[in-house]
């Protein structure tokens, strides 16, 4: 077990945007030999999840958030560092994952969140980005042979995206190949549902158990 | 068990109980007065709204005396993205004349002030001819913009290429210099067009942009107030608050990033706006009447402060109005009845 109060300071921050002591941190934490996998879920999660709730409220603005998502992906890049070093990684959940914004989204903070815990749980995650076209997701999930194909839209106006890559799946008789999951803000379970995706995550965590179900069906 | 049959924010329907009705109103006016730092909904308040909600009619209308003005958002737009073949003329005369507008708005395709200024010659002329075929006041509309002022579409460095790569300096001086040619772009528009007959200038979807965009409407506002001490200005909020992509900016002394629209208006009405309409959001995942008993304790919030006409946007995705090209009549007249009757609106 992580101390508390580290936990609590890293947390902390990483919503101060401190990015240098976000490192120190995670390379103290690991230096010790504790678990990777506890800080980032009860440290940096939290945390970024508390930034994106702050610039959700209008109390926090544009450049402190590309700074904390800056001082996260050190985070996250130390700690997916040491989980391969470990072994840990793939063979956890045998998940391989194409994961994209949608074309004509150029939303990405949450979507890399999501990369990020995915990563962090020992999926084969191929980021393909944002603003990617259905063909692009197509043609990378044919190549890697992925298990998952995670789609996110933050606009209304994009989330039909997602709605034209189950279109696109079941045109190129794919659709029983790939397993689908869908979110971003406007998204909903009962979005998901209508264009026929197999899940609707809620927020990165929720990403993560969705497809250990999907794996465990498999 | 009555239920009542209501929707999501996304437009599915759901049935709620009595009681279920009112735990959303009550988790949606405190979500928007903790939020806001503003007073939540009155018992009173909210057992009006239940009724709104509980009344088996598929439409509703305000109680007599509440009537008040009516106008259509980007009106001779969008008639023409419904496939209804008209001219932009034509389109202001339907909306007053057949669908009882109070006042009307043109507008140019695009809505946005920059590329506006290169075809004044073609829009004074249409202008004043539409003035003289529609009795109602007229606005001319469109949005500050500022995404049109950096690259591809503009000269600045794009804020948003320069933020990922750590420049924040550099994208705080790129919206700075953004906010500039917006106002004189805004203001030489605004000038022609009143000089053209114009009764409105309306600067909308103020703070589309964020913080930088909110402060080229507010200056905006305060030059062609001086400029012309007898012009209409109305301002449209383009969110429930203003998004900090600059964070530092401010007006009179406040800092802009974070303002809710009843901060907004204070500022909008220093500035000489004389038509303020908020924007509320709607969120897809929670019912409507959590959406409308938000959107009524925000905009309460305003038109219990406010020295001017207070002009409430209803439509796809805000006013608790769910998200959708068409919106449906029964959430639609029933966010026009709640947010007329609970907050004494001017107009919609």
């Not at chain 1, 914004?101 to 191929?126: E, P, Q, R």
């Not at chain 2, 009882?100 to 809505?111: N, P, Q, R, W």
């Not at chain 2, 946005?112 to 075929?133: G, V, W």
């Not at chain 2, 500050?144 to 794009?158: A, E, I, K, T, V």
Request: proline share 4%; charged share 25%; aromatic share 4%.
């Amino acid at each position: 077990m992580i101390d508390s109060a580290l936990i609590e300071e890293a947390k902390k921050m990483l919503v101060a945007q401190d990015k240098d002591r976000v490192e120190e941190i995670a390379k103290k934490v690991i230096g010790d030999g504790q678990d990777p996998l506890e800080l980032m879920n009860n440290a940096f999660i939290p945390g970024i999840n508390e930034v994106g709730d702050l610039f959700g409220r209008g109390q926090l603005f544009l450049p402190e958030l590309m700074q904390a998502a800056d001082a996260m992906k050190v985070a996250t890049d130390i700690i997916n560092d040491a989980l391969a070093a470990k072994g840990d990684g793939a063979q956890e959940s045998g998940a391989s994952v194409v994961v994209a914004t949608v074309k004509g989204d150029v939303h990405d903070i949450g979507k890399c969140i999501v990369v990020s815990l995915m990563k962090a749980n020992g999926f084969t995650v191929h980021d393909l980005g944002r603003d990617v076209d259905i063909d692009t997701i197509l043609e990378k999930a044919v190549e890697v042979n992925a298990d998952v194909i995670g789609t996110s839209a933050l606009l209304t106006t994009t989330m039909n995206q997602q709605k034209t890559l189950e279109e696109a799946l079941k045109s190129a008789g794919l659709k029983d190949r790939f397993r689908t999951v869908v979110g971003g803000a406007p998204v909903t379970p009962r979005w998901a549902a209508r264009i026929g995706a197999d899940a609707y995550a809620e927020d990165a965590h929720d990403g993560v158990v969705k497809i250990r179900e999907m794996m465990a069906q498999k | 068990m009555t239920k009542i049959l209501t929707r999501y924010g996304d437009g599915s329907a759901v049935e709620l109980t009595e009681s279920e009705l009112m735990e959303d109103l009550i988790a949606g006016t405190e979500d928007a007065a903790e939020r806001g730092n503003i007073p939540a909904m009155t018992q009173d308040e909210m057992d009006h709204l239940a009724d709104i909600f509980k009344c088996t009619h598929r439409v509703v209308g305000v109680d007599p005396g509440y009537e008040c003005v009516l106008s259509y958002d980007g009106a001779p737009i969008k008639m023409l993205r419904t496939n209804v073949t008209s001219d932009r003329i034509t389109a202001l005369q339907i909306y007053e004349k057949l669908m009882g507008a109070d006042t009307l708005e043109m507008g140019f395709v695009d809505y946005s002030y920059k590329p506006i200024k290169p075809i004044l010659t073609f829009e004074e002329p249409l202008m004043e001819q539409a003035l003289l075929t529609t009795t109602a006041p007229i606005m001319y509309g469109a949005q500050p913009n500022l995404g049109r002022y950096s690259q591809p579409d503009g000269p600045f460095p794009n804020p948003a290429e320069l933020m990922p790569m750590g420049k924040i300096k550099e994208a705080q001086e790129s919206y700075e210099l953004a906010v500039d040619e917006a106002v004189k772009d805004m203001v030489d528009v605004a000038s022609s067009m009143y000089e053209s007959g114009v009764d409105c200038i309306l600067l909308d979807t103020v703070g589309a942009a964020g913080d930088a965009d909110a402060l080229a409407g507010l200056r905006t506002a305060e030059i062609l107030r001086e400029k012309y001490p007898d012009i209409g200005i109305e301002m449209g909020m383009a969110g429930e608050f203003v998004l900090g992509m600059h964070g530092a900016l401010e007006y009179e002394g406040v800092r802009l990033a974070g303002l809710y629209n009843h901060q907004m208006l204070e500022l909008a009405q220093k500035a000489g706006v004389n038509i303020f309409g908020t924007v509320m959001n709607t969120s897809t995942t929670e019912s409507t009447p959590w959406n409308l008993a938000r959107a009524v304790t925000f905009t309460k919030a305003c038109s219990d402060i406010a020295d001017i006409p207070i002009h409430a946007n209803i439509g796809m995705g805000v006013g608790g109005v769910t998200v959708h090209d068409h919106t449906p009549i029964d959430v639609t007249s029933r966010a026009s009845k709640a947010l007329v009757e609970l907050c004494n609106l001017d107009g919609l």
